[in-house]
């Protein structure tokens, strides 16, 4: 027995540290929601996080009240921070969906510490995301017509073979299915919550939340198969919405947009980003909540090296839209390939990109800074910044010089850009504070199962004595005291 | 006060106990159990002698009726509706409504398995007589419980008991 259960710690790497039991399990993660103080440092974050979400408000106030004549974007330069912002947002949120559906299918057991806040971070990114399109259409309450295929007064309808319209169709279904698959995931941990909490109020708001989730038999068997189907079902879901994401440019005719490297080295991107972005939040999280037994270095190396990979596809992508336009023998391909590495003037923000995304996740080859917590955050941060610059070189590089140079023209953003972009990710960081607050940050239910207690031995005992108490229950209608 | 007793229930502390258990009541002929526990156990499933869910198929039905209401819409706008020549195309382009139609699939199916488990598992349910054990809070944090209820037509309470205590 004690064999066995030492050959598997050495078979298996480290998913959990520390001697932990079921219950300490539950303690620990669930401590944080219900028993502890909530520290200092939440205040504190939350307070900044809130009022640079204000920021946000304030920026969309003086949007609606100004049109979109606030923002920098003007033609040529028709789309400009709001789809920038959009598609680094949406991007961020693929890896939630790809720790959670994908590495669920592959087995990979090590995605169970780190799904349940990568996919809040997927719903908070794609909420964030949302509103750029939206407020892009300058008055959104109008635009809903054109949008959403619904009878209106009008009579008309919106263009189904519009890449814009698969966007809203792509974008809203993630999101549905991205809440519904989180908040799947938390039915028993809720319940686990509800059982806990001392607080009348909570207990109630968790008991609600929880829909009377009991942990039966046949309840668990069809939880088991709707979570993998599920998972099956968000895995084709999140390589087509990025594919979309990407066709919003690729089924257009502007040079550099108009390539078919667009949706792999989209969706590789976007799981590049969004892991930077995992790593950036679970490294202090980690520790701000000592979950380091959950969340243990095997984790960070194995999220460093999904970053590495996608990263090298993404340069690879690079590569490709650089030979794309040179193979194609069309002058403006040609023009572009040239505008955006060395002649235009946006060529600083091509090596820039080249540095952040291609160079800096070099340094992920070696074990020195895949295992330092230090360098990781740091290349995360580069990497966001990165990829950001990816969707401006692509947008803004692509379509301030076209086809006929009278219509050339710069593009710069303005203060309400920055202010824009800005307060959503403030408004991003005010919900993952929120969350790390009110939720269980790690899936309790999930780690109690990569504990070796939780497999089922085939061996018999003298079951005697394995039954701790036997107990009539009542139903409601007969009190057991009386 | 017997006819009103919902059922009768065992605390275990491991997950190979309450499977062995399991085995042994259903082995005595019981039908009407169930088992508690704060994971999913797939063994329990044999022990228990739980069939397996219709679930996947009203996913797939689901799934189904999201690609023929795709399919449905764009024909309706594009061809029956709103018929309008964009970029010379024929009204019914198919290659262009895939992305809807795929997307309209998924999400039926995702809402369809989600609701559809809640609905089989008859949840929400906030008030079960098993919550009247007080113990049985622990069944969400470490402890496994199996029940055996009075409606099985096998239960004649001193009995269970018994088999309880030996199981």
């Not at chain 1, 480290?14 to 001697?19: L, Q, R, S, T």
């Not at chain 1, 919106?158 to 809440?179: G, H, M, Q």
């Not at chain 2, 010379?88 to 995702?110: D, K, M, N, W």
Request: aromatic share 18%; with cysteine; charged share 15%.
């Amino acid at each position: 027995m004690q064999d066995e259960k030492d050959l598997q710690e050495k078979l298996r790497p480290a998913m959990i540290e520390g001697d932990h039991s079921f219950a300490s399990v539950t303690d620990k993660i669930s401590d944080v929601t219900l028993k502890k103080r909530t520290p200092f440092h939440w205040f504190i974050g939350f307070a900044i996080a809130f009022m640079v979400a204000q920021l946000l408000l304030f920026s969309v106030i003086w949007l609606l009240a100004n049109g979109i004549g606030v923002w920098g974007n003007n033609q040529p330069v028709g789309w400009a921070f709001d789809i920038i912002n959009f598609v680094w947002w949406i991007g961020i949120g693929h890896a939630g969906t790809l720790i959670s559906a994908i590495l669920l299918l592959l087995n990979q057991k090590w995605r169970t510490s780190i799904n349940r806040f990568a996919e809040a971070m997927t719903l908070f990114a794609v909420a964030c995301a949302a509103m750029f399109p939206l407020l892009h259409t300058g008055r959104p309450w109008l635009a809903a017509y054109w949008l959403f295929p619904y009878p209106n007064t009008m009579g008309i309808w919106p263009n189904f073979r519009s890449p814009l319209i698969w966007d809203v169709f792509a974008v809203s279904t993630y999101a549905t299915v991205s809440a519904l698959f989180w908040y799947v995931g938390l039915i028993p941990d809720l319940a686990t919550l509800r059982d806990r909490a001392k607080n009348k109020y909570f207990k109630f708001i968790y008991a609600a939340l929880s829909w009377g989730w009991r942990g039966s038999a046949r309840h668990w068997h069809r939880y088991e198969i709707t979570y993998l189907i599920l998972a099956g079902l968000s895995t084709p879901l999140v390589l087509s919405v990025h594919s979309i994401v990407s066709f919003d440019f690729s089924v257009s005719q502007v040079p550099g947009w108009h390539a078919t490297i667009f949706p792999p080295y989209f969706v590789a991107g976007a799981v590049f980003a969004g892991f930077a972005m995992v790593l950036i939040l679970c490294i202090p999280l980690r520790h701000m909540y000592r979950m380091q037994d959950f969340i243990t270095h095997t984790h960070l190396v194995y999220m460093a090296k999904v970053m590495l990979a996608t990263g090298l596809i993404v340069v690879y992508g690079y590569a490709m839209e650089g030979f794309f336009g040179w193979y194609s023998a069309s002058q403006y391909e040609v023009f572009m390939v040239k505008n955006r590495i060395w002649e235009g003037p946006y060529w600083w923000s091509y090596w820039l990109l080249i540095f952040c995304n291609g160079l800096s996740i070099q340094l992920l080859w070696f074990k020195r800074f895949r295992e330092s917590e230090f360098w990781l955050f740091l290349i995360s941060i580069i990497v966001s910044v990165g990829m950001w610059l990816e969707r401006f070189v692509i947008i803004v590089t692509s379509l301030h010089r076209d086809f006929l140079p009278s219509s050339w023209a710069m593009y710069s953003p303005r203060v309400w850009d920055w202010t824009m972009f800005i307060g959503t990710i403030g408004f991003f960081f005010t919900l993952i504070y929120l969350f790390v607050r009110f939720v269980p940050i790690i899936s309790i239910f999930e780690v109690r199962t990569l504990l070796p207690d939780a497999n089922v031995h085939g061996h018999h005992q003298d079951f005697e004595e394995n039954v701790n108490e036997v107990e009539y229950t009542y139903d409601r209608t007969d009190p057991p005291n009386e | 006060m017997e006819q009103n007793i919902y059922g009768i229930m065992a605390e275990f502390d491991t997950p190979t106990e309450l499977v062995d258990a399991a085995r042994q009541v259903r082995d005595a002929g019981y039908t009407k159990t169930d088992a508690f526990s704060p994971f999913p156990l797939h063994e329990i499933d044999e022990a228990l002698g739980i069939k397996r869910s219709i679930l996947p198929y009203l996913i797939f039905a689901g799934g189904v009726t999201g690609l023929l209401s795709g399919l449905g819409l764009v024909y309706f706008v594009h061809v029956f509706d709103y018929p309008i020549i964009v970029g010379g195309r024929p009204h019914f382009s198919l290659p262009a409504f895939i992305p809807p139609v795929y997307e309209l699939t998924i999400l039926f199916a995702a809402l369809v398995a989600v609701f559809g488990m809640l609905f089989l598992n008859g949840l929400p349910a906030p008030y079960h007589p098993v919550f009247n054990v007080p113990r049985f809070a622990f069944a969400t944090r470490e402890k496994f419980f199996l029940i055996i209820e009075a409606k099985d037509p096998k239960v004649r309470l001193r009995r269970e008991h018994e088999v309880l205590w030996k199981a």
